[in-house]
């Protein structure tokens, strides 16, 4: 028998069975790419780019795409060359050229596994497939075949595990698409309940004992986070809820000049001091769902981000209490709003306008801001150039093992009389007594003497810092000062401090102890002949020491349970008020 008929008749059967075998695995090795950049494609779109500072997402590379040839099994630096497998992997991939891989290793120096194995040898049953089909003089040599077979035989488990898997990927990239929100847009979403009240305490105003009533209220956040690009962020901000101030200024009664019976209670306390955080705004109903923020942010070179927003803050925008005050934020840490923030931080009210940050160095940030809290009404003394306005200003520092960080701190903040915002304040941090809180139009005697408020002007400066002792204990500080001048009659100065201490996965990891101590906004000194309501050139009595406390109890991943509570020495800023005490439990879901 001649020498090519019996190389037909052996290789004929070996061939067919390869041929189905090759077909088999070359299908399956599609398949796996085409699922695996599915999955990719899904986690690009869906990426979270929400972060205070700016960032950029990346897609990361996949090991079955931008596959390149590998001409010798050598060039793969983690394959163990004791297994005889390897030796007859050699063979064929020198002979016919067949291995592909990815930066000419398998996943870092780990050793080659046998998965990964029979994805090199699919290349080679594929390219001897290749030979066959072509019907030319370079068909596989028996031997090979004879090696082919013996290894596919060896691996044959692994190639049906692969297929299995590869089903339940199908199934799950069905599952994902199916149920994704949106291709570009995350929804996060935390909602609050909160058992509470007053506990001891007075009314400042009339006098008599604060209601000691124990309310359960709700406060309810969506944010949808849209990225086009990959590198910029829409965030919409849907909120609503109930929860009830327990601290405001009243507002006075009479009609004069820049009077308001907007909030003529002034909350249960009739001051600001106390007052809790998280609260449901005066201007709109109980559990009314208004668009609490709309801002679309994107960077400008790699070291700028730029925010425009139609309703925010600046310095919220540009995210710079944070960094030095771990108190910042909602649903999870401060009970008050003064433990939040400085008072630098709070003059501005929701409203549209623009924040840009910089980084200087990795060291140095800055930041800048303009808001109109009124910028969207196009009445007399409103709009975005002509009313009430903040311009922020902050300069970070970060040391290099980030454990420390100072910021410097500045705004100026003019309020025409008569304005209100969405908050439902004129003038003033929102927090502390309220003389500090207090302009022209706030004393109705001026509205009846004919005293016309030609609104209130105010430079403020602010210096807070964060020390990590160590991973168990962190200390926060800051100090604000505000210099107040009432246009055409006299100036005031309101200052204020505190002190925190942190203690991050306090009892179980996750969980968080803290509290907090310091001076509210208080008015130390005002010009002889402006009358705020106290009489004329009177400011604050004495001074009063905020105190609070609270743990964070981390349930679960997406439940945690606060207690806290919040003690005010001298409410008001006056020693004949008896201290006041407000007990706190806010449960937080999120999801």
């Known amino acids: 028998m001649k020498k090519t008929t019996w190389n037909i008749l052996v290789t004929l059967p070996i061939s067919l069975g390869l041929l189905v ?13 085409n699922t695996k950049e599915d999955l990719l494609s899904i986690k690009e779109n869906t990426a979270d780019n929400d972060k205070t500072t700016q960032i950029i997402a990346q897609a990361e590379p996949s090991s079955l795409s931008n596959e390149s040839e590998l001409t010798s099994v050598s060039q793969l630096s983690d394959v163990q060359p004791s297994d005889w497998a390897y030796e007859s992997l050699k063979s064929l991939i020198e002979r016919y050229n067949c291995l592909v891989g990815s930066d000419t290793k398998y996943r870092g120096n780990q050793a080659l596994t046998r998965y990964e194995f029979a994805a ?20 596989a040599v028996k031997t090979d075949l004879e090696t082919i077979q013996r290894l596919s035989e060896e691996f044959n488990t692994e190639l049906t595990v692969l297929r299995g898997r590869l089903d339940a990927i199908e199934a799950r990239t069905t599952e994902l698409e199916g149920n994704q929100f949106s291709t570009t847009t995350k929804l996060q979403g935390t909602v609050q309940f909160v058992l509470g009240g007053v506990l001891a305490g007075n009314n400042v105003v009339t006098k008599q004992p604060a209601p000691k009533t124990i309310t359960l209220q709700n406060q309810a956040r969506l944010v949808l986070n849209t990225s086009f690009t990959g590198k910029d962020q829409l965030r919409l901000t849907l909120s609503g809820g109930n929860i009830n101030s327990l601290g405001g200024v009243p507002n006075p009664k009479g009609t004069g000049t820049g009077l308001s019976t907007n909030n003529p209670t002034g909350g249960i306390f009739g001051t600001f001091d106390g007052r809790t955080a998280d609260n449901a705004s005066p201007s709109f109903g109980p559990n009314q769902i208004i668009m609490g923020g709309i801002r679309y942010r994107f960077p400008i070179g790699n070291k700028t981000q730029f925010n425009i927003f139609a309703q925010s803050d600046g310095a919220n925008e540009i995210g710079l209490s944070g960094p030095t005050n771990p108190f910042e934020g909602s649903a999870s840490n401060g009970i008050s709003r003064f433990s939040r923030r400085n008072m630098v931080y709070n003059y501005g009210d929701t409203g549209p306008g623009i924040a840009i940050l910089h980084d200087l160095s990795k060291q140095w940030q800055l930041g800048l801001s303009y808001s109109a809290p009124n910028g969207n009404d196009p009445s007399p003394k409103n709009g975005l150039f002509t009313g009430r306005y903040v311009a922020f200003g902050q300069i970070t520092y970060f040391s290099p093992k980030k454990n420390f960080r100072v910021g410097l701190s500045y705004a100026n903040t003019y309020s ?5 915002g969405q908050g439902g304040t004129n003038f003033g941090p929102a927090a502390g007594s309220n003389l500090a809180n207090s302009t022209i139009s ?4 001026n509205a009846t003497n004919g005293i016309v408020d030609k609104g209130t002007l105010g430079n403020l400066y602010g210096i807070g810092a964060l020390y990590r002792i160590n991973p168990r204990l962190t200390i926060n500080s800051f100090v604000g000062y505000s210099a107040h001048r009432y246009l055409g009659y006299g100036d005031g100065q309101v200052w204020n401090w505190g002190v925190g201490l942190t203690s991050p996965d306090l009892g179980k990891k996750g969980s968080l102890g803290a509290i907090f101590v310091g001076q509210a906004p208080t008015l130390t000194k005002l010009s002889t ?4 309501g106290a009489g004329k050139g009177q400011a604050d009595k004495d001074t009063s020491l905020h105190i609070e406390g609270w743990y964070l109890y981390k349930l679960t991943n997406s439940i945690e349970i606060t207690p806290g509570f919040i003690w005010i020495t001298a409410p008001n800023s006056d020693s ?3 201290g006041s005490v407000v007990g706190w439990l806010r449960t937080t879901f999120r999801f």
């Open 442 to 445: 706030t004393n109705p005697d």
């Open 416 to 420: 025409p009389a008569g304005t209100l």
């Open 576 to 578: 004949t008020n008896p």
């Open 529 to 532: 002949n402006v009358d705020l």
């Open 21 to 33: 075998l090759a077909a088999s695995t070359k299908t399956l090795a599609n398949e796996i790419n």
């Open 120 to 139: 090199g040898l699919n290349a080679c049953l594929n390219q001897v497939n290749k030979l066959i089909a072509s019907s030319t003089s370079n068909l």
